[in-house]
């Protein structure tokens, strides 16, 4: 189940990144799950990746590999690789060579990424046999079906392309991710991989995917777990003709603007696809006196089981909202001050429920799909927005299915 429409897009080539899939059969053999990505010599490479000290042995090495100017991601999917110790990391290292000896590079030029069930032995045997498929696909056009390979619990493959115009020319960028649970990025089950054609050095394209995953993938809750093999990717291969993009330039504002986007759209369509759920929930926090505070009163709203089981229900039970909003930390709140809005509707105002409000427009809200939760702290000048699902019976379900 997903919420609102969810369709694959055409998405345009990126000059100098290929794509190839294969099935190697690692948990299912309906679809493929392996993903190989190729970046043309010269190309650069920026990543983010999660936070949980426990993060997956492909973590480890994709970090330490990322100095070493890579050219191939691998990605599995079905197989988390994480929790599995020394063996872990060397099935990861393992398979970062059986990529090498297929594509005549280096190791160390190999990332590698996986996804899936937690503490299981990574099959690098079945691996091993599936790359050379994938390799031989190799091919400039296949977005729909790496969204497809890197899928686990996802009902539909997640990407976005953008073409931006830059002194005449074209600049494409392209993005597919996957997650539907186990997501509260913390960068940052989410990946996400973007690729483009702009020249810029490394060091200013892991500026701007930080930034542009920051105000992104970190401002997207499911359920309030933050995995163990999150990544989020920019390749750049440098093939178009636009000019270098340089820091603090308009070129680079361009730029900077357009994966914003496209790494927005992508952590949109993550909670679109959240595990059973029904409803999308938009939650702005106003008036806050920092970013981080701002921040920080949303995902208290998002991270509630009581708000999210309400909304699944379309109950307008605005106490539950309310109750979050004052457990969120926020020192010397006036309560008087604050104010929340079901989209349009006035729920709280001076300090209790407003006085024109009634259940009747509460319920019209909650009966929709996609609901905008505002909250008006009256208390200084940053906005900053989460995004956030219901929480549906469905959910229960696939989770305690998830090995089975």
């Not at 690098?124 to 729909?144: G, Q, Y």
């Not at 686990?152 to 931006?164: E, L, M, R």
């Not at 636009?242 to 330039?249: F, K, N, R, S």
């Amino acid at each position: 189940m997903a919420v609102g429409q969810c369709d694959f897009p055409i998405m345009h080539n990126v000059n100098g990144i290929t794509l190839g899939t294969s099935n190697a059969g690692i948990k299912q053999t309906v679809r493929d799950d392996i993903l190989v990505f190729q970046m043309a010599e010269g190309s650069t490479c920026a990543g983010v990746f999660t936070q949980n000290a426990f993060c997956a042995a492909p973590v480890h090495l994709a970090k330490a590999n990322l100095a070493h100017n890579p050219r191939w991601l691998l990605i599995n999917s079905g197989n988390a690789n994480a929790g599995t110790g020394e063996q872990g990391m060397q099935d990861a290292l393992q398979s970062c060579v059986e990529v090498s000896k297929v594509v005549a590079g280096l190791a160390e030029q190999v990332l590698p990424f996986s996804t899936g069930v937690i503490g299981q032995p990574l099959p690098v045997d079945k691996i091993t046999l599936a790359l050379p498929t994938a390799v031989s696909n190799l091919a400039i056009d296949n977005w729909d079906k790496a969204a497809q390979a890197i899928m686990t619990t996802d009902t539909f493959p997640k990407g976005v392309s953008k073409v931006i115009s830059i002194a005449g020319e074209t600049i494409t960028i392209n993005g597919i991710s996957k997650g539907a649970g186990m997501i509260q990025p913390n960068m940052a089950t989410m990946l996400g991989f973007m690729a483009t054609d702009a020249k810029i050095s490394q060091t200013l394209l892991q500026d701007c995917l930080a930034l542009a995953v920051e105000q992104s993938f970190n401002r997207i809750t499911v359920d309030g777990d933050t995995s163990t093999n999150d990544a989020c990717m920019l390749m750049a291969s440098g093939c178009s003709a636009v000019p270098e993009i340089l820091a603090g330039t308009e070129n680079y504002t361009i730029f900077a603007d357009a994966v914003m986007t496209v790494c927005k759209q992508l952590a949109e369509a993550i909670v679109r696809d959240g595990e059973g759920a029904t409803k999308l929930m938009r939650i702005k926090v106003e008036g806050a006196l920092t970013d981080e505070e701002a921040v920080r009163v949303g995902k208290t709203i998002a991270h509630s089981p009581l708000v999210k089981t309400a909304f699944f229900a379309s109950d307008p039970n605005w106490g539950r909202i309310l109750a979050a909003v004052g457990r969120a930390g926020v020192e010397n709140m006036i309560l008087e001050d604050v104010q929340l809005f079901l989209d349009d509707v006035c729920i709280v105002r001076n300090g209790g429920r407003a006085d024109d409000y009634t259940e009747e427009a509460g319920q019209a809200v909650m009966d929709r799909e996609e609901i905008t939760v505002t909250v008006k702290l009256g208390r200084g000048v940053a906005v900053q927005e989460v995004l956030t699902c219901d929480l549906s019976y469905d959910y229960v379900k696939i989770n305690a299915e998830y090995r089975t």
